[in-house]
């Protein structure tokens, strides 16, 4: 159980062009997503939290504009980078958290590598 | 804010061997939970163990099990029989329980240990 996919794993895109990262919870509802984005051996950093049916919490220092999330239901968030651009190039790594699970474990995706160049 | 310490980038055991790797945590909450998470090659971040701040025995899973020191703020991973599979980037992470707070549901990570096991 708590299995959350990820899609697309890899994504090689041309500077400008958006591109859109799925999330999905596939056996549990989370009414709650996160979306963290990550550098080689360091560790993660938390860029927003998804909330259905809700606008997305961003962290400081995250532009909203460029990174759109939309969570428009209890198993699927999606994550938008707009008009990328080369530095936008990293791992970016999903969670969710199981509605009836009060210790709120985060289960995770297996991870999108965005190249843009 | 909550803050979690790492304090070893990296370590080294040998198969079957034991390792302990230390994480401790800065907090002024009473109710929380904390998680080691692994991560190996493949990036996949994997749920190894977590621990309610309120449950006194330490929480065990197989071969991984904890040693929470709340008085000291310590959470260290006990690692027993290593295997070549346990090789990954370890994690700690807190969670704070109140629900009122602005950090309430996020996870607060280190800064992660390398852990090589040697064949």
């Known amino acids: 159980g708590a299995v959350v996919s990820q899609h697309p794993s890899w994504v090689i895109c041309k500077s400008g062009t958006s591109v859109k990262i799925e999330c999905r919870s596939l056996?549990?509802?989370?009414?709650?997503m996160f979306w963290y984005r990550q550098f080689p051996k360091q560790s993660l950093m938390l860029m927003a939290t998804s909330n259905e049916g809700s606008k997305a919490t961003y962290e400081q220092g995250v532009e909203k504009d460029k990174f759109l999330i939309n969570h428009a239901s209890l198993t699927l968030s999606t994550l938008t980078v707009t008009s990328a651009h080369p530095e936008d190039s990293s791992f970016y790594i999903c969670?969710?958290?199981?509605?009836?699970?009060?210790?709120?474990?985060?289960?995770f995706g297996p991870g999108t590598r965005l190249l843009v160049l | 804010a909550q803050t979690v310490t790492q304090s070893q980038p990296e370590m080294s055991v040998q198969e079957a061997e034991t390792v302990t790797l230390s994480c401790t945590y800065d907090?002024?909450?009473?109710?929380?939970?904390l998680f080691w998470y692994k991560q190996p090659p493949s990036r996949q971040m994997i749920l190894v163990i977590r621990?309610?701040?309120?449950?006194?025995q330490n929480a065990t899973e197989n071969r991984f099990s904890v040693n929470f020191q709340k008085a000291a703020k310590s959470f260290s991973l006990k690692i027993s029989d290593s295997q070549l599979g346990d090789a990954a980037m370890y994690f700690c992470?807190?969670?704070?329980?109140?629900?009122?707070?602005?950090?309430?549901?996020?996870?607060?990570f280190g800064q992660g240990t390398i852990l090589t096991v040697h064949p």
């Open positions: 621990q309610e701040a309120y449950k006194q």
């Open positions: 969670s969710a958290r199981e509605n009836r699970d009060s210790s709120g474990t985060q289960y």
């Open positions: 992470a807190y969670r704070s329980a109140n629900a009122g707070g602005t950090s309430y549901g996020k996870l607060t």
């Open positions: 907090t002024s909450e009473s109710d929380y939970y």
């Open positions: 056996d549990f509802q989370a009414t709650t």
